[in-house]
């Protein structure tokens, strides 16, 4: 669905076919393809696909792709092409050098023209190009222009000699712009060959006279539009030769042919629609250029054409060039509008005074529309007082020349529409003096701005007006950087000669018009304001600023060097700057300024230096200095000096304080990742390089954490962070949670998470995390949960003992067997108590002889025994047992459920020395009388909301409470009990309650959302019946079960404070020239009225750009939208919350980045104005300064795992809350003392001397390692602990960093992993575990034995693979119809099935599958016994049967009671009995009265002395039976007996034949 078509249909094969081949094509490169938006649009965009192997669970490769969108790189890339392209195929030469002369750039056109391959040009000086009088000193007319900006050569088209390849010197025409770009200049030059031209001038044509010679293009065309003649005027226009072009169609020359006329396309139509008329339309040359032409056609008729008439047409056209005419028009069109948008204002009236122009900054400085006052006398915007003299004094001049006010510069009155009169700087000229007119417009600029002579206006050799600097005038001038390119007033000035006068009406050259500029002097003013307002800044800046002369005198001492140095500024004023510095730099300050006096030479000056300073007592301090040298006159003796000076001494300890935490953080081995507010990772140490494999921790910082993610969670993250900031609803901070993490090669791994957040004030929050790969312990706990479910789920009773026969667990399908309730019935309980007394009583001597002679009677063997259930029966049970192979570490310290109970005093402890090693055994068991199936429950846990640090409250659907959490009871002012059960309007103001029954119906009854699902603000009333100002957000629970009622649950964020804080912020700046701190002033409506040069530097707009916008411009969006209401609250209410204060900021650059500013404001008052300055300080180096320091130390303080810190005197000096935790002592407990107090005595004694020899000799054991020892609580408790020694120096001294973790629940994991394991390893009965989509993820050994194959072979396969093919086939099926419907025939059941080994032998298999979600996903355990020696079994129990049934002796059964239980068919035909009436009865129905009665005792007493008559008789034995009719017959008797696994009798068989 992303892809367009054409691919989207093939996509499908290319996985399919790198499923099964696993070629890569695309996967694991980069390509650029073709994307699909939703909109239908498709985009360029750069891929990169990875192959996420399978997982454990569902064996499934996962593919992700890395997408950007390449549109704006291929628009550059194509534009890039198209302007390298453009140049190549220029018909005329172009090359580029840059400064130095070095050949930039040589077209194809400069190639052909010089001779040379341009790669053999390219690098080189371009002087190679020039004769050698010309080469030889082209460098220094580069040099000469690089320092005075001279030019002489720049902009203007030059007649020039040229030297080719072969040395011949020809002319050329040559034109050279100059581009700046990144304060590096670069030269191109447009080159013509003149050879040609000059030729051309004199050549006459071939030919016809009259055609040939004439100036014009001409050719003739059949009526097709084949040229069948052409002249040499139009070869030489088109580019072509005559040979070239003859034969060719016209539309070659004349693409438009086809696009106009009646028929689009048809030659023939766009020549008819051509001829008769002039027609102006485009050409195109040869080389592909288009040029303008105004075209006429004739058309030529044959009268002698009989046939055919309208082939005999021809036709002749005529095409002149007008390129050079449309040019001018457009020009004079676009100088005609430089007059409209000329920023200053223009009226042109004519000798009478009526006006003739009226520019667009004129109407709006006067208010009118154009045609209110065109064709109107000038004097209607002038005040009644002028305007009645206003012709006199046209028609005087008129008469007598004399000026008073035309050439001058004259201040007089303007009154706009509405009356309103102005103050007007004028400066009036007479155009019929075209080449004069703008010579003074220079006194004018010159009065108007406060710029220097670099923005000066001169004449140049043709009295046109020019500037160097191509903007314009000066800077704050009506006539300035926005009036427009000075050109376009020449180009008006051409105009006028060109047309005979101005352009607003056919004038004779003779006539006089009057040309008015002018500007609103209303601001002139302000130049004063100026003074007094850079005087209040210099005294209200936060900065020490102090100005001394050439000789080093102090002549300014502001407020802020006062409070820095401690000296009244009439202490300082008049004396020598040296008094301010420390004697060593002072003694040898004189010496410096003398030397800057002679030779100009700046060393310091300009720049930014650190050094000291001394105060008025002495003390001395860091300070960084910046000094500014102010010219204020020619002669560089008066000049003076501004210094600027900044305290550093914090920030110098703060980067040595910091020394010893970024150590601590580098060597952690837990990760820690430090981010900012944005996301930006601002920390990343080198463990966290290590788990997240990233060689270095630049490839992070400065990143955005996302990086560290799994997608699906990287493009939610920004949000999160944007709603924390926002709510300050901690969800994440200040927990431990699991999470998903992704390594620098895509690879994702389990990860246990805890977030602090590090606050300081008024700095953006930096959030310190430690991370803990869960890869290992996830395996261990995934491996033991399955193993888990393998005992929990299966159907074979299992039971684990220990050496002394003790019941250490056992699984759930053991109670039952033995007719217990409970698992803890018999754990802890020696397993003899399952046992018959006779075997009970011999069984711990048993385990014992075992232990000590290793010899196997009963292990590694599978035998019947008889086993005991607790209402004191017997039944028989098939029993397996196997010895543990568990390591001996591990087995000492296993916990098992009995430990609780009868083993806790066997289990080692701390302190009492070393324990017997432990054995376990584990006894599968099976019922041969009867089986049972094992039921699970699942349980569903309710989510905790109680402990909710938002207010929260849920309501059923009619609105009545049914939770009201503390934060509630806390905001809203009631308590639970008053709340629940009640309906929520009680929280809502009454407007909103009224309406909000009626709200919950309508939901109910359309579904339609309103307010669900969304974030509103709303009002909300407490118990005191304040209305407040709160945000909510609502949420529908629905039934779990879909079939019950919805409720509704709501969080509740107070807006009050927030809505405050809104009103109370403001940001206020002002501005100073010089100062190396940027400042801005702004007036009470927030318009930027200063803006200083550090400001351009530090925000990066030129102060044009700024001055007169509203400082807004620099603040992020969510400041600037509500900047103004923040002027206007404090224009109203005069409450002071930022002026006067010092606060860290965020602001903006120009070009979007965000900037990070320590801001004072301060309030000043000029003219009755207010005013404010803000000085904006660059806060980033100290802010990262800083916040490494702080994240460091939180490291530390904050670190999960123990730290400690001891010296070389091996004492603690640091000892964080994790140690404390771990081993129990407080950090004054600790401090000072020896770090051997931490360990046994067998170690603490030896301790100190593995230091001393270290030092002594350098070499560790120790150091660097991750090593594995004992330690030891306060308590007195001995744990195992992970421990990593560091070693840093610090000032001289050695210190070591150790972390030490315990690791005892570890090791304990990893034991139950290893004994879980071998129970799985040792499992009787085969099992396969299988995932939702049938991969197997368990093979056990027994099922490797049974199938054939090795684990190896089938993990990560599906499980049809052990299937016949035609159940194979089915089985995807079977599990996707299962997994939607639910729907169980298999699962919970036992049912006999064929399966199919490796070499492919079915064999019959009894299956047992159930169902256990683990982690949310579905898997599938299936428990096989094999049933082949089953049906091998049955088939001969079969045939037993029919041998029994047809043997001709009646046969029949007994057990030891003398119950039949067999009677045969022989028997049913001697008897007479029908086999229901005798199976379960006595035998003796069958003997005769007498003999029946003494039966059951005979029966007796050989049960009870064994000793033999009937049984087992070498030969049959006459008796006497009884049929149904109570006929009496002699019959011979055999009698056999079975025997138990006791050896004691349970069945009896009677062969008998009648005599």
Same mark, same amino acid.
């Given at each position: 669905?992303?892809?367009p078509?054409?691919?989207?249909?093939?996509?499908?094969?290319y996985?399919?076919t790198?499923?099964?081949?696993?070629e890569?094509?695309?996967?694991?490169?980069?390509?650029?393809?073709?994307?699909?938006?939703?909109?239908?649009?498709?985009?360029?965009?750069d891929?990169?696909?990875?192959?996420v192997?399978?997982s454990?669970?569902?064996?499934m490769?996962?593919?992700?792709?890395?997408i950007?969108?390449?549109t704006?790189?291929?628009?550059?890339?194509?534009?890039?092409?198209?302007n390298?392209?453009?140049?190549?195929?220029?018909?005329?030469?172009?090359?580029?050098?840059? /400064?130095?002369?070095?050949?930039?750039?040589f077209n194809a056109a400069?190639?052909?023209l010089?001779?040379?391959?341009?790669?053999?040009?390219?690098? @080189?000086n371009?002087?190679m190009?020039?004769?050698d009088?010309?080469?030889?000193?082209?460098?220094?007319y580069?040099?000469?222009?690089?320092?005075?900006?001279?030019?002489?050569?720049i902009?203007?088209?030059?007649?020039?000699e040229?030297?080719?390849a072969?040395?011949?010197?020809?002319?050329?025409?040559g034109?050279?712009r100059e581009?700046?770009?990144?304060?590096?200049?670069?030269?191109?030059?447009?080159?013509?060959?003149?050879?040609?031209?000059?030729?051309?001038?004199g050549?006459?044509?071939l030919?016809?006279?009259v055609?040939?010679?004439?100036?014009?293009?001409?050719?003739n065309?059949?009526y097709?539009g084949?040229?069948?003649?052409?002249n040499?005027?139009?070869c030489?226009e088109?580019?072509?030769?005559?040979?070239?072009?003859?034969?060719?169609?016209?539309?070659?020359?004349?693409?438009?042919?086809?696009t106009?006329?009646?028929?689009?396309g048809?030659?023939l139509?766009g020549?008819?629609?051509?001829a008769?008329?002039?027609r102006?339309?485009?050409?195109?040359r040869?080389?592909g250029?288009?040029?303008?032409?105004e075209?006429?056609?004739?058309?030529?008729?044959?009268?002698?054409?009989?046939?055919?008439?309208?082939?005999?047409?021809s036709f002749?056209?005529?095409?002149r060039?007008?390129?050079?005419?449309?040019?001018?028009?457009s =020009?004079?069109?676009?100088n005609?509008?430089?007059?409209?948008i000329?920023?200053?204002?223009?009226?042109?009236s004519d000798?009478?005074?009526?006006i003739?122009?009226f520019?667009?900054a004129?109407r709006?400085?006067?208010?009118?529309?154009?045609?209110?006052?065109?064709?109107k006398?000038?004097s209607?915007?002038?005040?009644?007082?002028i305007?009645?003299?206003?012709n006199?004094?046209i028609h005087r001049?008129?008469?007598?020349?004399?000026k008073?006010?035309?050439d001058n510069?004259t201040?007089?009155?303007? @009154?706009?529409?509405?009356?309103?009169?102005? /103050?007007?700087?004028?400066?009036i000229?007479?155009?019929?003096r075209?080449?004069k007119?703008?010579a003074?417009?220079?006194?004018?600029a010159?009065?108007?701005?406060?710029?220097?002579?670099?923005? @000066?206006?001169?004449?140049?050799?043709?009295?046109?007006?020019n500037?160097?600097?191509?903007i314009?005038?000066?800077?704050?001038?009506?006539?300035?950087?926005?009036?427009?390119?000075?050109?376009?007033n020449?180009?008006?000035?051409q105009?006028m000669?060109?047309?005979g006068?101005?352009?607003a009406g056919?004038?004779?050259?003779?006539?006089?018009y009057?040309?008015?500029?002018?500007?609103?002097?209303?601001?002139?003013?302000?130049?004063?304001?100026v003074i007094?307002?850079?005087?209040?800044?210099?005294?209200l800046?936060?900065?020490?600023?102090?100005?001394?002369d050439?000789y080093?005198?102090?002549?300014?001492?502001?407020?802020?060097a006062?409070?820095e140095?401690?000296?009244?500024r009439?202490?300082?004023?008049?004396?020598n700057?040296?008094?301010?510095?420390?004697d060593?730099?002072?003694?040898?300050?004189?010496?410096?300024v003398?030397?800057?006096?002679k030779?100009?030479?700046?060393?310091?000056?300009?720049?930014l $230096?650190?050094?000291?300073?001394? =105060?008025?007592?002495?003390?001395?301090?860091?300070?960084?200095?910046?000094?500014?040298?102010?010219?204020?006159?020619?002669?560089p003796?008066?000049?003076t000096?501004?210094?600027?000076?900044?305290?550093?001494?914090?920030e110098?300890?703060?980067?040595?304080?910091n *020394?010893?935490?970024?150590?601590?953080?580098d060597?952690?081995?837990?990760?820690?990742?430090?981010?900012?507010a944005?996301?930006?990772?601002?920390?990343f140490?080198e463990?966290a390089?290590?788990?997240?494999?990233?060689?270095?921790?630049?490839?992070?910082?400065?990143?955005?954490?996302?990086?560290l993610?799994?997608?699906?969670?990287?493009i939610v993250?920004?949000?999160y962070?944007?709603?924390?900031?926002?709510?300050?609803?901690?969800h994440?901070?200040?927990?431990?949670?699991?999470?998903?993490?992704?390594?620098?090669?895509?690879t994702?791994?389990?990860?246990e998470?805890?977030?602090?957040?590090?606050?300081?004030q008024?700095?953006?929050?930096?959030?310190?995390?430690?991370?803990?790969?869960l890869?290992f312990?996830?395996?261990?706990a995934?491996?033991?949960?399955?193993?888990?479910?393998?005992?929990?789920?299966s159907t074979?009773?299992m039971i684990i003992?220990?050496?002394?026969?003790i &019941?250490q667990?056992?699984?759930?399908? $053991?109670?039952?067997?033995?007719g217990y309730?409970?698992?803890?019935?018999?754990?802890?309980?020696?397993?003899?108590?399952?046992?018959?007394d006779?075997?009970?009583?011999?069984?711990?001597?048993?385990i014992?002889?075992?232990?000590?002679t290793?010899q196997?009677h009963?292990?590694?063997?599978t035998?019947?025994?008889i086993?005991?259930?607790?209402d004191?029966?017997?039944?028989?049970?098939?029993?397996?047992?196997r010895?543990?192979?568990?390591?001996e570490?591990?087995?000492?310290m296993?916990?098992?459920?009995a430990?609780s109970?009868s083993?806790?005093?066997?289990?080692?402890?701390?302190?009492?020395g070393?324990?017997?090693?432990?054995?376990?055994?584990?006894a599968?068991?099976?019922n041969?009388?009867?089986?049972?199936e094992m039921?699970?429950?699942?349980?569903?846990?309710?989510?905790?909301?109680r402990?909710?640090?938002?207010?929260?409250?849920?309501i059923?659907?009619n609105g009545?409470?049914?939770?009201?959490v503390?934060?509630?009871?806390?905001f809203?002012?009631?308590?639970?009990?008053?709340v629940?059960?009640k309906?929520v309007k009680?929280?809502?103001?009454d407007d909103?309650?009224?309406?909000?029954?009626?709200?919950l119906?309508?939901?109910?009854?359309t579904?339609?959302?309103?307010?669900?699902?969304?974030?509103?603000?709303?009002?909300?009333?407490?118990?005191?019946?304040?209305?407040?100002p709160?945000s909510i957000?609502?949420r529908?629970?629905?039934?779990?079960s879909?079939?019950?009622?919805?409720?509704?649950i709501?969080?509740?964020?107070?807006?009050?404070?927030?809505?405050?804080?809104?009103?109370?912020?403001?940001?206020?700046?002002?501005?100073?020239?010089?100062l190396?701190?940027a #400042?801005i002033?702004?007036n009470d409506k927030?318009?930027?009225?200063?803006?200083?040069?550090?400001?351009?530097k530090?925000?990066?707009?030129?102060?044009?750009e700024?001055m007169g916008?509203?400082?807004?411009?620099?603040?992020?969006?969510d400041?600037?939208?509500?900047?103004?209401a923040?002027l206007?609250?404090?224009?109203?209410?005069?409450?002071?919350?930022i002026?006067?204060?010092t606060?860290?900021v965020?602001?903006?650059?120009?070009?979007?980045t965000?900037?990070?500013?320590?801001?004072?404001?301060?309030?000043? #008052?000029?003219?009755h *104005?207010?005013?404010?300055?803000?000085?904006?300080?660059?806060r980033r180096?100290?802010m990262?300064?800083?916040?490494?320091n702080?994240i460091?130390?939180a490291?530390?303080?904050?670190?999960?795992h123990p730290i400690?810190?001891i010296?070389?005197?091996?004492?603690?000096?640091?000892?964080?809350?994790?140690?404390?935790?771990q081993f129990?002592?407080?950090?004054?407990?600790v401090?000072g003392?020896?770090v051997?107090?931490l360990?046994p005595s067998?170690?603490?004694?030896?301790?100190?001397?593995?230091?001393?020899r270290?030092?002594?000799?350098?070499?560790?054991?120790? #150091?660097?390692?991750?090593?594995?020892v004992?330690?030891?609580?306060?308590?007195?408790?001995?744990?195992?602990?992970e421990i990593t020694?560091?070693?840093?120096d610090?000032?001289?001294?050695?210190?070591?960093?150790?972390y030490c973790?315990?690791?005892?629940?570890?090791l304990?994991?990893?034991?139950?992993?290893i004994?879980?394991?071998?129970?799985?390893?040792?499992?009787?009965d085969?099992?396969?575990a299988?995932?939702?989509?049938?991969i197997?993820?368990v093979?056990s050994?027994a099922a490797?034995?049974?199938?054939?194959y090795?684990?190896?072979?089938?993990?990560g396969?599906?499980?049809?693979m052990?299937?016949p093919?035609?159940?194979?086939?089915?089985?995807?099926s079977f599990l996707?119809?299962?997994?939607?419907?639910?729907?169980?025939h298999?699962?919970?059941?036992?049912r006999?099935?064929?399966?199919?080994?490796?070499?492919?032998?079915?064999?019959?298999?009894?299956l047992?599958i159930?169902?256990?979600i683990?982690?949310?996903?579905?898997?599938y355990f299936?428990?096989?016994?094999?049933?082949?020696?089953?049906?091998?079994?049955?088939?001969?129990?079969?045939i037993?049967?029919?041998?029994?049934e047809?043997?001709p002796?009646?046969?029949?059964?007994?057990d030891?009671?003398?119950t039949?239980?067999?009677?045969?068919?022989?028997?049913?035909?001697?008897?007479q009995f029908?086999? *229901?009436?005798?199976?379960?009865?006595?035998?003796?129905?069958?003997?005769?009265?007498?003999?029946?009665?003494?039966?059951?005792?005979?029966?007796?007493?050989?049960?009870?002395?064994?000793?033999?008559? &009937?049984?087992d008789?070498?030969?049959?034995r006459?008796?006497?039976?009884e049929?149904?009719?109570?006929?009496?017959?002699?019959a011979?008797?055999s009698? =056999?007996?079975?025997?138990?696994?006791?050896?004691k009798?349970?069945?009896?068989?009677?062969?008998?034949?009648?005599?």
């Amino acid at each position: 669905m992303l892809m367009p078509e054409e691919f989207a249909a093939r996509h499908d094969s290319y996985l399919a076919t790198y499923l099964r081949t696993h070629e890569k094509h695309i996967i694991d490169t980069n390509r650029r393809v073709t994307g699909l938006r939703k909109s239908g649009d498709v985009f360029p965009m750069d891929i990169s696909v990875k192959e996420v192997k399978a997982s454990e669970f569902d064996g499934m490769s996962t593919f992700l792709g890395y997408i950007r969108d390449a549109t704006e790189d291929l628009e550059l890339h194509r534009a890039s092409l198209v302007n390298e392209t453009v140049t190549n195929l220029a018909p005329i030469p172009i090359i580029g050098i840059d /400064p130095i002369g070095k050949i930039l750039k040589f077209n194809a056109a400069a190639s052909k023209l010089w001779g040379y391959d341009h790669k053999k040009v390219l690098g @080189q000086n371009v002087k190679m190009l020039m004769p050698d009088n010309v080469a030889s000193v082209h460098d220094r007319y580069l040099d000469q222009y690089a320092k005075t900006g001279k030019r002489r050569l720049i902009g203007a088209e030059r007649i020039l000699e040229a030297k080719k390849a072969d040395g011949s010197i020809f002319p050329v025409k040559g034109l050279i712009r100059e581009i700046k770009r990144d304060n590096i200049n670069t030269f191109i030059g447009y080159v013509v060959d003149y050879s040609s031209e000059r030729q051309q001038a004199g050549l006459k044509g071939l030919g016809d006279a009259v055609v040939e010679n004439h100036p014009v293009a001409i050719l003739n065309m059949d009526y097709v539009g084949v040229l069948t003649k052409v002249n040499r005027s139009l070869c030489f226009e088109f580019g072509y030769n005559e040979r070239d072009i003859l034969g060719q169609n016209i539309v070659q020359l004349l693409p438009v042919i086809l696009t106009c006329g009646s028929k689009q396309g048809d030659i023939l139509s766009g020549i008819e629609w051509l001829a008769g008329k002039v027609r102006r339309i485009q050409g195109r040359r040869k080389s592909g250029e288009l040029l303008q032409l105004e075209v006429t056609i004739e058309e030529v008729k044959d009268a002698d054409a009989i046939t055919e008439p309208e082939k005999a047409k021809s036709f002749v056209g005529y095409l002149r060039n007008i390129t050079q005419e449309v040019t001018m028009e457009s =020009r004079q069109a676009i100088n005609m509008a430089c007059l409209d948008i000329s920023p200053v204002p223009i009226v042109v009236s004519d000798a009478t005074g009526t006006i003739v122009q009226f520019s667009i900054a004129a109407r709006k400085l006067w208010k009118y529309d154009l045609n209110e006052v065109l064709g109107k006398n000038v004097s209607m915007l002038m005040p009644e007082h002028i305007r009645v003299h206003h012709n006199d004094f046209i028609h005087r001049y008129n008469q007598t020349g004399i000026k008073k006010m035309i050439d001058n510069v004259t201040i007089s009155e303007g @009154q706009d529409k509405y009356g309103n009169p102005f /103050p007007l700087e004028i400066c009036i000229k007479d155009i019929t003096r075209p080449s004069k007119h703008f010579a003074d417009m220079r006194l004018l600029a010159r009065r108007s701005t406060t710029s220097s002579s670099d923005n @000066q206006m001169y004449l140049d050799s043709d009295e046109e007006l020019n500037s160097p600097n191509p903007i314009g005038v000066g800077v704050g001038s009506p006539f300035g950087p926005n009036s427009g390119n000075n050109n376009s007033n020449s180009a008006t000035t051409q105009q006028m000669k060109d047309r005979g006068g101005f352009p607003a009406g056919n004038v004779a050259r003779d006539s006089r018009y009057f040309i008015a500029y002018m500007r609103n002097a209303a601001r002139d003013g302000e130049a004063q304001e100026v003074i007094e307002r850079n005087a209040l800044i210099s005294e209200l800046s936060p900065i020490p600023l102090i100005q001394i002369d050439l000789y080093g005198t102090v002549l300014m001492f502001n407020k802020a060097a006062e409070e820095e140095f401690g000296y009244a500024r009439e202490e300082v004023h008049g004396r020598n700057v040296r008094m301010l510095m420390p004697d060593d730099i002072a003694k040898h300050h004189d010496q410096y300024v003398a030397n800057y006096r002679k030779t100009r030479v700046r060393k310091v000056i300009g720049s930014l $230096t650190r050094t000291k300073a001394k =105060r008025k007592n002495g003390e001395l301090f860091a300070v960084e200095l910046m000094i500014d040298e102010v010219i204020v006159d020619e002669d560089p003796d008066q000049n003076t000096y501004i210094g600027y000076i900044r305290n550093v001494t914090e920030e110098q300890r703060l980067s040595k304080a910091n *020394q010893l935490s970024s150590v601590v953080s580098d060597l952690s081995p837990t990760p820690l990742v430090a981010i900012n507010a944005r996301g930006i990772v601002v920390n990343f140490n080198e463990a966290a390089c290590r788990t997240f494999k990233y060689s270095s921790s630049s490839q992070v910082i400065n990143h955005n954490v996302k990086m560290l993610m799994p997608d699906e969670v990287a493009i939610v993250h920004d949000g999160y962070l944007t709603a924390y900031a926002k709510t300050g609803e901690k969800h994440i901070i200040d927990s431990t949670r699991q999470i998903t993490a992704k390594r620098s090669d895509g690879t994702l791994f389990p990860a246990e998470l805890a977030v602090k957040e590090i606050t300081h004030q008024g700095q953006e929050s930096t959030f310190l995390s430690y991370i803990r790969d869960l890869t290992f312990n996830m395996q261990i706990a995934h491996t033991k949960r399955v193993t888990d479910v393998v005992q929990s789920l299966s159907t074979v009773p299992m039971i684990i003992i220990d050496h002394l026969g003790i &019941i250490q667990d056992l699984n759930r399908a $053991t109670p039952p067997m033995f007719g217990y309730l409970d698992e803890l019935d018999l754990i802890g309980s020696n397993v003899s108590i399952l046992m018959t007394d006779a075997v009970g009583r011999h069984h711990d001597n048993y385990i014992n002889q075992y232990l000590k002679t290793k010899q196997k009677h009963v292990i590694d063997t599978t035998r019947p025994v008889i086993a005991l259930r607790r209402d004191g029966s017997t039944f028989t049970a098939e029993l397996s047992v196997r010895e543990l192979d568990v390591p001996e570490d591990f087995a000492n310290m296993r916990g098992t459920r009995a430990d609780s109970r009868s083993l806790s005093s066997t289990l080692p402890t701390p302190n009492s020395g070393p324990q017997k090693a432990r054995k376990f055994f584990i006894a599968y068991l099976r019922n041969m009388d009867a089986r049972f199936e094992m039921e699970r429950n699942l349980s569903i846990n309710t989510a905790i909301t109680r402990g909710s640090a938002v207010p929260l409250i849920i309501i059923n659907k009619n609105g009545i409470v049914q939770q009201f959490v503390p934060a509630a009871e806390q905001f809203f002012g009631y308590r639970e009990e008053d709340v629940i059960g009640k309906n929520v309007k009680m929280l809502m103001p009454d407007d909103v309650a009224f309406h909000h029954d009626s709200y919950l119906s309508e939901y109910h009854r359309t579904k339609i959302k309103k307010v669900l699902d969304t974030t509103r603000l709303v009002h909300a009333k407490k118990a005191n019946g304040t209305i407040v100002p709160v945000s909510i957000t609502i949420r529908e629970i629905p039934s779990k079960s879909g079939i019950g009622e919805s409720d509704f649950i709501g969080y509740v964020l107070d807006q009050s404070k927030a809505h405050a804080v809104e009103m109370a912020l403001a940001t206020t700046v002002a501005v100073r020239e010089m100062l190396p701190v940027a #400042i801005i002033s702004i007036n009470d409506k927030g318009m930027v009225r200063e803006f200083n040069r550090e400001a351009e530097k530090f925000f990066g707009y030129n102060r044009v750009e700024v001055m007169g916008q509203n400082v807004n411009i620099l603040m992020t969006h969510d400041v600037a939208r509500v900047h103004d209401a923040y002027l206007e609250a404090y224009r109203r209410t005069l409450v002071r919350h930022i002026i006067g204060s010092t606060r860290s900021v965020v602001g903006k650059h120009k070009d979007g980045t965000e900037l990070y500013i320590e801001l004072q404001v301060s309030e000043f #008052i000029v003219d009755h *104005q207010r005013c404010f300055v803000g000085f904006a300080n660059d806060r980033r180096a100290g802010m990262e300064l800083e916040q490494s320091n702080r994240i460091n130390n939180a490291m530390i303080s904050l670190a999960t795992h123990p730290i400690i810190t001891i010296d070389s005197l091996n004492n603690i000096n640091h000892f964080n809350p994790a140690a404390e935790k771990q081993f129990g002592y407080n950090f004054e407990e600790v401090f000072g003392q020896n770090v051997k107090m931490l360990m046994p005595s067998q170690i603490a004694e030896m301790h100190d001397s593995y230091i001393a020899r270290y030092k002594s000799t350098g070499q560790s054991r120790v #150091i660097n390692q991750l090593r594995h020892v004992t330690a030891l609580r306060k308590n007195g408790d001995q744990f195992k602990a992970e421990i990593t020694v560091r070693r840093i120096d610090h000032d001289g001294q050695m210190l070591f960093v150790a972390y030490c973790r315990d690791i005892s629940r570890e090791l304990e994991s990893r034991s139950n992993s290893i004994f879980a394991s071998a129970i799985s390893a040792l499992m009787p009965d085969p099992f396969v575990a299988i995932n939702s989509e049938g991969i197997v993820l368990v093979f056990s050994h027994a099922a490797c034995q049974l199938f054939e194959y090795n684990q190896a072979d089938v993990i990560g396969c599906n499980v049809s693979m052990l299937m016949p093919p035609e159940v194979a086939i089915e089985h995807n099926s079977f599990l996707k119809r299962y997994s939607q419907t639910r729907e169980k025939h298999i699962i919970g059941k036992k049912r006999r099935v064929v399966a199919k080994t490796k070499s492919k032998k079915l064999i019959d298999v009894e299956l047992h599958i159930n169902e256990k979600i683990i982690e949310g996903k579905r898997f599938y355990f299936g428990y096989i016994r094999d049933c082949t020696h089953d049906s091998e079994l049955a088939l001969q129990t079969e045939i037993g049967e029919a041998l029994v049934e047809f043997n001709p002796h009646a046969i029949i059964t007994i057990d030891t009671s003398g119950t039949i239980t067999r009677f045969n068919a022989t028997a049913e035909t001697l008897f007479q009995f029908d086999r *229901q009436l005798v199976i379960g009865k006595n035998v003796n129905i069958l003997m005769p009265a007498l003999t029946a009665r003494r039966h059951d005792q005979y029966l007796l007493n050989y049960l009870r002395t064994g000793v033999k008559r &009937i049984v087992d008789a070498q030969n049959p034995r006459e008796v006497t039976a009884e049929k149904k009719n109570g006929d009496t017959f002699a019959a011979y008797l055999s009698v =056999r007996q079975l025997l138990d696994t006791e050896g004691k009798p349970s069945m009896f068989i009677g062969f008998i034949r009648p005599v």
